[in-house]
């Protein structure tokens, strides 16, 4: 039981780059999230996901897509990178009574 | 939507004092508050969290209060020690026709010194 995976878990890329973010999880949950954190500003929600085949905008969507391609698998797109991007992002699941699990994080940075 | 005020934004104290850090939340259909304690570039864990239909909870050191009337609560860790040094965020629940998430707070630096 691995709990909730991300690759990769570092990343460098240039402005304009695109890159996608994976996030599975084996806890058969059905509700993910990816966040970003900065320092002094917390985790801001990016887009999350109620179940397969759903996705909605957080606090902070401008600039990401997101896929759920099935019940594991949540995926975070940057169509074109900026540096306004480089941070740290988590994914995350939400358990049966409401707790959310997250995973080790991908440290993205933009050149 | 949620907005989730967390204050300080730094602590310092001396081991075996205690440590209170308080939220404030604004929607008033929340009804889930977790804390998470993030060690130095690891993911943040779930230390404690309390539902609307209860004022306090209780685990050993730690304990959450919750004041639904003015929205706020409060993470309280007593006789603190080197290693709950730490950054601690506080969340609030929100939900809508999507599903349910998280908006944290900033986060509060606690330092523990011996």
Known sequence: NAGVTQTPKFQVLKTGQSMTLQCAQDMNHNSMYWYRQDPGMGLRLIYYSASEGTTDKGEVPNGYNVSRLNKREFSLRLESAAPSQTSVYFCASRGPINEQFFGPGTRLTVL | ?114
């Open chain 2, 1 to 114: 939507g949620e907005n989730v005020e967390q204050h300080p934004s730094t602590l310092s104290v001396q081991e075996g004092d205690s440590a209170v850090i308080k939220c404030t939340y604004s929607d008033s259909a929340s009804n889930y508050f977790p804390w998470y304690k993030q060690e130095l570039g690891k993911r943040p864990q779930l230390i404690i969290d309390i539902r609307s239909n209860v004022g306090e909870k209780k685990d050993q050191r730690i304990a959450v209060t919750l004041n639904k009337t003015a929205k706020h609560f409060s993470l309280h860790i007593t006789e603190t020690q080197p290693e709950d040094s730490a950054v601690y965020f506080c969340a609030a629940s929100m939900r809508n026709q999507a599903g349910t998430a998280l908006i944290f707070g900033k986060g509060t630096t606690l330092s523990v010194s011996s």
